[in-house]
């Protein structure tokens, strides 16, 4: 049986025109894997977008508008590989094969990061960019296109594993 999630956090960086860049983040509401084997390895990340937070609780509105939170309410990686790349000590890079669906638009994803391995369990760590144009999001823009935010985010996943 895998290792429950103890822990897991997704954060998502965002540029903004003419006001201030800010960071979001959002618990995971659900993650697991299956597999002893790395390069075998499946499992699944969810959050819900109704519990996105950016610090400001009208920004978070018009991004869950944006993103139609209400007819799309979680986003889901599905994990189906593992490609393994350097170790080093109980520590080894990866890139992550899957499926992300957003606003109900799944694509193909790689993602670049780390597995620490522990005993019962491991960490997950990785970082990549995400246009949300290709999910068929229009990003926010307020006051007559004055303040417009950047379709390209960066997305940092941290994910614990353990009893």
Same mark, same amino acid.
């Not at 944006?66 to 109980?90: N, Y």
């Not at 990549?128 to 999001?137: H, N």
């Given at each position: 049986?895998?290792?429950?999630?103890?822990?897991?956090?997704?954060?998502?960086?965002?540029?903004?025109?003419?006001?201030?860049?800010?960071?979001?983040?959002?618990?995971?509401?659900?993650?697991?894997?299956?597999?002893?084997?790395?390069?075998?390895?499946? $499992?699944?990340? *969810?959050?819900?977008?109704?519990?996105?937070?950016?610090?400001?609780?009208?920004?978070?509105?018009?991004?869950?508008?944006?993103?139609?939170?209400?007819?799309?309410?979680?986003?889901?990686?599905?994990?189906?590989?593992?490609?393994? $790349?350097?170790?080093?000590?109980?520590?080894?890079?990866?890139?992550?094969?899957?499926?992300?669906?957003?606003?109900?638009?799944?694509?193909?994803?790689?993602?670049?990061?780390?597995?620490?391995?522990?005993?019962?369990?491991? *960490?997950?760590?990785?970082?990549?960019?995400?246009?949300?144009?290709?999910?068929? /999001?229009?990003?926010?823009?307020?006051?007559?296109?004055?303040?417009?935010?950047?379709?390209?985010?960066? /997305?940092?996943?941290?994910?614990?594993?353990?009893?």
């Amino acid at each position: 049986m895998p290792a429950p999630l103890q822990s897991g956090v997704i954060t998502f960086a965002m540029r903004a025109s003419t006001v201030n860049d800010f960071v979001g983040r959002v618990d995971v509401s659900r993650a697991e894997f299956h597999g002893t084997n790395l390069a075998a390895v499946t $499992g699944v990340v *969810e959050v819900r977008l109704a519990e996105m937070r950016t610090g400001i609780g009208l920004r978070d509105t018009h991004m869950r508008n944006a993103m139609r939170a209400d007819s799309f309410p979680v986003i889901r990686f599905e994990l189906e590989g593992l490609d393994v $790349g350097a170790t080093h000590a109980d520590t080894l890079t990866a890139t992550f094969r899957g499926a992300l669906t957003i606003h109900g638009v799944a694509r193909a994803v790689r993602v670049p990061g780390w597995v620490m391995l522990r005993s019962p369990g491991a *960490e997950v760590h990785a970082s990549f960019p995400v246009d949300m144009r290709e999910y068929g /999001i229009t990003p926010p823009s307020r006051f007559l296109g004055a303040v417009r935010v950047d379709p390209m985010t960066t /997305i940092t996943v941290h994910l614990v594993f353990g009893s």
